[in-house]
Every structure is written in structure tokens, then in C-alpha cells.
């Protein structure tokens, strides 16, 4: 999660806006960063895939800034198959986006045009090319029934990270993720555990073959082929090469849990010694 002398640094003059992501729901610097894009004129997007329920005090992510983004896909707490959420602080834009994500349709439905015009409310005007990127009516209904079971999830998912915690945060072998500053809520979406670089891939292949998938998320833009960047941002770098998300969700039993942390510290401690007598061999 980057601090505000993180962007501050990257910013120049041609700076338009600045996206912060929620990495696995913990809200980070998101107010300073906020009051620093206000004060420099800049736009701040928040990206709330991962925040659905993160909060600062009494702020939610995702309207901090200008402009937040929740995503519904299958992945994500609240899931109705497909299909996100959009927010704007400015009503303008409110409604750019609304005729953006459906053909860039000037108007309602025919159906809704009946209650206000005399004649020909099928008739439609298209302001601008776009596409159709709006929920149906089924994936509503789903996520209508899953916010309402949203506080159960995050209660779940945050006594299995208070599990992991509890299990992992006095092993020498693995960096668990820093403690929420006071007044932080977190949605508890991803669980990452950071380790020396030169075994997590192993790892990660060890977890597999006990059943148990690990990933990593999510990939350093500047390192993707289409963004052709020519940046070098270490902190980046040192993440993708050391982190491992370990699975998270509210289905996990206490059993399950247990499971992984022993899986995980069995396979730490084997690379290790692998690794210490593939040296002495050498020697």
C-alpha cells in the first residue's frame, strides 16, 4: 500500500490522477493521499475491489476520493457473478457514466419514456460510441441478497485472519501483514504472508501438490508487456518476488486453517534446508 511520500514522489506537473488500490481490503494512507490530490488540483481514484466493507472511521473506502470502484465478480466478497459499482463525487460525471456504460444512450427506456414525453418514447439518441456494461436484473437480485449477509462474511474472514495472526506473526521465517492503525476497518479480502524470494515460488508449488492453492496478487503494472514502462519501483518488485496470498474466506473452517499454517511452516522449513545443503555441497 503506498504512503502519501510515496505518490507525492512519483507526481509531476502532468499528473491528472492517482489510483490507489486497497491491497486485500486495508485502507492505508487513503485520507492523507486524498487531502494531498485536493490540494494539488489531482483527481484520486480509488480502486474498492478489495474494500467493499473497509472503512476509515467513519468513511468508506471507495468515497474518500473523486471517483471509487467496487467489483461483483465471483472472487470477491460480495459476489453476483459479474458486474461492479461506480461512484463520483461530481453529479456531471455521475452521468457521463451512466450513458457510457449503456451505448451512450441519451435516455431511458422507452418504457420510462412513457411516463414523461406525449409520443414516440421509443425514439433514442446516441451521444457518444460505448458499450453495454451494465448488472442485469438477476445479478441485483444476488447482490441485494449477499450485502445482506455482508457483515457475517467479514465477521468470518477476520477470525480467520485473527487465526493466522495468532499462528504466524511470531515466526521468524514469514512477514505477516502490518496490524490496522486505530480506527481502520478492513473487509479482510486477501491474506499475504512475505518471504525470502528465493523459495516462495517452491513454496507456493510445495502448498499445491498438499491441496492447498496459494497465488499471488496482484501483477506490478509497470513490469506488464502493454504498459511498456520503463519505471523501476523497488518496493514493487521486492513484493512480487516475496508475497504469497494464502487462501481467505469465510467458508474456512478452524480445521482448514490449521492445515495451512502447518502446510506453510513444513514447507518454509524444508526449502530451507534444501537450500542450506545444496551451500554445503557446494562448499
Excluded at 2 to 17: L, N, Q, R, Y
Excluded at 219 to 228: D, F, G, P, Q
Excluded at 243 to 266: G, M, R, S, W, Y
Aim: glycine share 6%; hydrophobic share 40%.
Amino acid at each position: 500500500m503506498p504512503s502519501v511520500e510515496d505518490i507525492t514522489a512519483a507526481m509531476t506537473p502532468a499528473t491528472k490522477a492517482v489510483i490507489v488500490l486497497h491491497y486485500g481490503g486495508y485502507p492505508g494512507d487513503i485520507v492523507r493521499i486524498s487531502q494531498e490530490c485536493r490540494a494539488r488540483g489531482v483527481l484520486l481514484v480509488e480502486d474498492a475491489a478489495c474494500a467493499v466493507a473497509s472503512r476509515v472511521g467513519s468513511k468508506a473506502c471507495g468515497v474518500i476520493g473523486d471517483i471509487g470502484v467496487w467489483s461483483f465478480d465471483g472472487q470477491k466478497i460480495v459476489a453476483a457473478g459479474d458486474g461492479g459499482m461506480l461512484y463520483a463525487r461530481d453529479p456531471q460525471l455521475v452521468a457521463r457514466a451512466r450513458k457510457l456504460t449503456y451505448f451512450g444512450l441519451e435516455q431511458l427506456s422507452g418504457f420510462s419514456q412513457a411516463k414523461h414525453v406525449d409520443t414516440r418514447w421509443w425514439e433514442f439518441e446516441i451521444s457518444s460510441f460505448s458499450r453495454r456494461s451494465i448488472m442485469n436484473d438477476v445479478q441485483a437480485a444476488i447482490g441485494s441478497t449477499q450485502l445482506q449477509r455482508l457483515p457475517e462474511f467479514i465477521h468470518r474472514r477476520r477470525e480467520v485472519v485473527e487465526h493466522y495472526d495468532r499462528e504466524l506473526r511470531d515466526d521468524p521465517s514469514v512477514q505477516t501483514p502490518p496490524p490496522l492503525p486505530l480506527g481502520h476497518t478492513s473487509s479482510y479480502y486477501l491474506y499475504w504472508v512475505q518471504m525470502e524470494a528465493s523459495i516462495r515460488d517452491a513454496v507456493a508449488r510445495d502448498m499445491y501438490e498438499r491441496g492447498i492453492y496459494t497465488t499471488f496478487r496482484y501483477a506490478a503494472l509497470h513490469r506488464v508487456r502493454a504498459y511498456k514502462s520503463p519505471a523501476r519501483l523497488p518496493k514493487a518488485e521486492s513484493a512480487v518476488a516475496r508475497t504469497l496470498c494464502l487462501p481467505l474466506h469465510q467458508a474456512l473452517t478452524d480445521a482448514d486453517v490449521e492445515f495451512i499454517v502447518a502446510a506453510l511452516k513444513n514447507a518454509i522449513r524444508g526449502r530451507w534446508q534444501k537450500k542450506s545443503e545444496a551451500v554445503n555441497v557446494v562448499r
